[in-house]
């Protein structure tokens, strides 16, 4: 197992990934053009198989083995007031997922999907970011650690998501630093629910935490330790280990995408592996997924978190992928395929 002794080591994995595999890609593509179908007719649909392809390294992808993995960490900028939820209720709602209670763990069952729900060290919030780096590099590197270490390599798809009361701020702080000019406001959003008031209070300490951690913001790692969490890092770590395994990942919201922002900062076609399930009501979301070249697959105004837009995501690639592997050719149907017939 890839154990990241340093940052640089981590900086060195990030940049060294396997490239996309195009024979995969070419094979689909080449079946695509047989089936009965006008060409490019099933647009995305067929855009995903091509993609489950490449990065599974299959020239006939499956979705047999799908899993999702939820990390949960708290954070210590949570006393400054930037949830209307206590820290508490990340161990609780740990515990609701253990117990079938959760919206994921319905998502998962429709989507015939394995959930797994990884926390971080509950107990021990990470720093106020506002005031201090959100964790030291020891720490740092656990959580990636963690999240490395929790991938399987018999997983077809992996759906990441995460819990964490405060981890939009948190995000919000890493996708301003990442892609931002220095202002808060426009990747700060309401989180579970704030006020104005509440609202204000969480763009000053976004603006405040960027101002503190400015000196390290060029480093997309440095950034992620500073101003991030232990589920984002564990995130990180995870889509990581997909790249090295050849599993494809899709993208929950906005604190997801965030906390691989930095993979995308790191090699050219660092996030080529992923796909943004979806496109959530935080405003930074929607910034962030352009400024990563991100298309969601689907707009729903979701703002939970938990890999619950990642799990819906799940059936609209099982259906392509069905498309994919049984429909007919125009041979095989006796069907006149577009360019079957000469022009006299």
């Not at 992928?321 to 022009?343: I, K, N, Q, W, Y």
């Amino acid at each position: 197992m890839t154990q990241f002794s340093s940052i640089d080591a981590l900086r060195a994995a990030c940049r060294d990934v396997p490239p996309p595999d195009r024979a995969a890609a070419a094979a689909v593509a080449s079946r695509q053009a047989t089936l009965t179908k006008p060409p490019g007719s099933l647009g995305v649909l067929e855009q995903v198989v091509g993609w489950l392809a490449t990065w599974q390294r299959r020239a006939m992808p499956r979705l047999d083995r799908v899993e999702i993995l939820v990390f949960a960490g708290n954070h210590g900028v949570v006393a400054q007031g930037v949830s209307p939820y206590p820290a508490s209720v990340t161990a609780q709602m740990v515990d609701n997922f253990a117990a079938r209670g959760a919206a994921i763990n319905q998502l998962a069952r429709i989507a015939g999907a394995a959930l797994r729900v990884v926390p971080l060290s509950l107990e021990r919030p990470t720093s106020d970011l506002s005031q201090a780096p959100a964790m030291s590099e020891t720490e740092f590197l656990e959580a990636v650690q963690a999240g490395h270490a929790a991938v399987r390599p018999d997983s077809d798809l992996l759906c990441l998501g995460e819990m964490g009361i405060g981890n939009t701020t948190a995000a919000a702080c890493l996708a301003a630093a990442l892609h931002g000019d220095g202002s808060a406001s426009p990747w700060t959003g309401r989180g579970t629910g704030l006020d104005d008031a509440g609202l204000q209070r969480k763009q000053a300490v976004v603006a405040a935490a960027l101002d503190r951690h400015a000196a390290v913001l060029d480093d997309p790692l440095q950034a992620a330790r500073c101003l991030g969490g232990r589920e984002l890092a564990a995130l990180l770590g995870a889509t990581l280990a997909a790249r090295e395994i050849g599993v494809p990942v899709l993208l929950d919201g906005y604190v997801c995408t965030a906390s691989v922002a930095p993979l995308a900062r790191l090699a050219p076609g660092g996030l080529a592996h992923t796909w943004l399930a979806h496109v959530s009501a935080e405003p930074g979301h929607r910034l962030l997924a352009r400024g990563l070249g991100l298309s969601p697959l689907l707009d729903l105004g979701l703002r939970l978190g938990e890999a619950s837009g990642a799990a819906l995501a799940v059936p609209l690639l099982r259906a392509a992928l069905a498309c994919h592997a049984g429909m007919a050719s125009f041979a095989e149907a006796g069907v006149d395929g577009c360019c079957s017939r000469t022009t006299p």
